[in-house]
């Protein structure tokens, strides 16, 4: 096989696996304990169903996000700890952001399918910063049409979508067989209210 066999491929995407210090992600997981999370129906294909792990939102006031035209989450206030990571993600990589979604995976069965993050409420090509926190699991993105690359996102990473990738990618966290225990994502995005 010749190096010219597998083109290159150039991800829209940053990974930093040790954003956080161990004892930073910690005491950050306890505190996603303490969060409002709550277990969120979908519509799809004429069928309502739970979505396969839970879900909250905080953020500035009125920054509602729907997604998917049928789960409309509604923001908390910010908490002192997640509006200090916010900012510590902002000084990182020059994005602002004004809300946090969380996801809470329970187990190996908790998912999330094959989707971009392209709602209009983010206004046009959004960056979009997603910290894990808790059990590794597999993050897979790919070009639409090509072949997946896997990340396996560690206790305190961050891993930035850059503008432009939820047009041109899409991503998922599947499930796996393997028992996993608990694991925290905790997403910031922007919030233009539709305006692009
Ligand atoms: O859990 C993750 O790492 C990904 C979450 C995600 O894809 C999303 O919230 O849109």
Known sequence: MSLFDEPTTVLP??????FLSKEEADKLYQHCQELQWKQNQIRMLGKTMPVPRLECIYGDEGCDYLYSKSVLLKPLPWTQELALLRDLITAATGYKFRIVIGNQYRSGQDSIGWHSDN???MGFNPAIASLS??????FQIKAIGGRP?????EHGSLLVMHPGSQSTHL??????NKV?????????????????
Not at 13 to 18: A, D, G, L, R
Not at 133 to 138: A, D, E, F, H, M
Not at 149 to 153: G, K, P, R, S, V
Request: charged share 20%; glycine share 6%; hydrophobic share 25%.
């Open 149 to 153: 690359t896997d990340f396996w996102l």
């Open 119 to 121: 709602e209009p409420s």
């Open 13 to 18: 995407v940053s990974y930093y696996p040790e």
């Open 133 to 138: 926190l808790g059990s590794c699991r597999k």
């Open 171 to 176: 991503h998922q966290v599947p499930k796996t």
């Open 180 to 196: 996993v225990s608990s694991r925290f994502n905790l997403t910031f995005r922007p919030h233009t209210g539709g305006q692009r």
